[in-house]
């Protein structure tokens, strides 16, 4: 059974950063690509950030220039830098691959002062 981990959410203040990682059991996304997607309070799950196999990224609107998402496959995980949060990131974070369609538990991030 493979797992997807989240970890690094928390509370943070407007303008403040986090960094969000997302480790497999295993090496299932090598060359999966792999997608960070979040969910807040009654509100639909949206894809926030995207990453091939070979490191081509895409962005929703709300995050292009935020939000970083990078992968490391010796290490069989792929993060997400999130930096100028604001109160509307609040939701929980979830790490998702594409192809395998395995999703991670989520991790919850509240940007609030």
């Known amino acids: 059974q493979v797992q997807l981990v989240e970890s690094g959410g928390g509370l943070v203040q407007p303008g403040g950063s986090l960094r969000l990682s997302c480790a497999a059991s295993r090496s299932i996304f090598r060359l999966e690509t792999m997608d960070w997607y979040r969910q807040a309070p009654g509100k639909e799950r949206e894809l926030v950030a995207a990453?091939?196999?070979?490191?081509?990224?895409n962005y929703a609107d709300s995050v292009k220039g935020r939000f970083t998402i990078s992968r490391d496959n010796a290490k069989n995980t792929v993060y997400l830098q999130m930096n100028s949060l604001k109160p509307e990131d609040t939701a929980v974070y979830y790490c998702?691959?594409?192809?395998?369609?395995?999703w991670g538990q989520g991790t919850q991030v509240t940007v609030s002062s």
């Open positions: 998702h691959s594409r192809t395998s369609n395995y």
């Open positions: 990453i091939t196999g070979g490191g081509y990224t």
